[in-house]
C-alpha cells in the first residue's frame, strides 16, 4: 500500500518555468527522500530531509517538510526538457526498512 | 550510475515457469532492498537483506524468495509465473538501513507471457 499521495499525478510546463510537486503521507517518518524515474528506467535519488529539517537545496531542487502537516514538497527551478520525467516522494519510518512510495507525479516540460 | 547493478535487463518467460533476479549492491553496502513496481500497484517494497540475514519483508508473494550471500550479492526468485507478475523488479542498497539514502538499480523488466 502506498503512504504518499502526490499531488499533481501530471504537470506540463514550459522550459524556463518553475515545478512544483507535493507529497503527503500519514505516518511518523525519519526522512523523507525524492526519487526520479526516467521512462522505465531505475530511479534516481535527488534529495533526503531529514524529519528535523524544514527546508533543503540541491542544486536547481529545493525541497520542504511539514511535519505537522506531514507534507513536503519539491520544487525545480528553471525547469529543462532534460527533466521530464516521474517523480517520487517516498518516506522512511523510524526503525529502518523499507521506503514507502507515492504514486508520482509525472512531469512534462516543453522546450 | 547508481553503483547497483541487476542482471537481467530483460527477462521473457512463461506462464507457471521460474526466474532468477540479481543484484550487486555498492561497494560496501550491507542493505539490499528488493522492490516491484507495476502499473496497478506502483513501487511495492518486496523484502529487505541485511549481510545476509532478512531484516523486513513487505507485500511479498509466498511464490518468491530472496537471499543475500557472503558476498553480498542478492537473488530474487520468482516461480509458478502468473501473468500479473510481469513488472519492473529494483534492487536497491544503502550503507546505513536505519537511516540513510537507498540507491536504486537500473532494474530488471520482466514480462510474464
Known amino acids: 500500500s502506498q503512504q504518499g499521495e502526490e499531488d499533481p499525478q501530471a504537470l506540463s510546463i514550459q522550459e524556463g518555468e518553475n515545478a512544483t510537486m507535493n507529497c503527503s503521507y500519514k505516518?511518523?517518518?525519519?526522512?523523507l527522500q525524492w526519487y526520479r524515474q526516467n521512462s522505465g528506467r531505475g530511479l534516481v535519488h535527488l534529495i533526503l530531509i531529514r524529519s528535523n529539517e524544514r527546508e533543503k537545496h540541491s542544486g536547481r531542487l529545493r525541497v520542504t517538510l511539514d511535519t505537522s502537516k506531514k507534507s513536503s514538497s519539491l520544487l525545480i527551478t528553471a525547469s529543462r526538457a532534460a527533466d521530464t520525467a516521474s517523480y517520487f516522494c517516498?518516506?522512511?519510518?523510524?526503525?529502518?526498512?523499507?521506503?514507502?512510495f507515492g504514486q508520482g507525479t509525472e512531469l512534462s516540460v516543453k522546450p | 550510475d547508481s553503483g547497483v547493478t541487476q542482471t537481467p535487463k530483460h527477462l521473457i518467460t512463461a506462464t507457471g515457469q521460474r526466474v532468477t533476479l540479481r543484484c550487486s549492491p555498492r561497494s560496501g553496502d550491507l542493505s539490499v532492498y528488493w522492490y516491484q513496481q507495476s502499473l496497478d500497484q506502483g513501487l511495492q517494497f518486496l523484502i529487505q537483506y541485511y549481510n545476509g540475514e532478512e531484516r523486513a519483508k513487505g507485500n511479498i508473494l509466498e511464490r518468491f524468495s530472496a537471499q543475500q550471500f557472503p558476498d553480498l550479492h542478492s537473488e530474487l526468485n520468482l516461480s509458478s509465473l502468473e501473468l500479473g507478475d510481469s513488472a519492473l523488479y529494483f534492487c536497491a542498497s544503502s550503507r546505513d538501513p536505519r537511516t540513510d539514502t537507498q540507491y536504486f538499480g537500473p532494474g530488471t523488466r520482466l514480462t510474464v507471457l
Open positions: 517516498a518516506t522512511f519510518p523510524y526503525g529502518g526498512g523499507k521506503l514507502i
Open positions: 505516518t511518523s517518518i525519519n526522512n
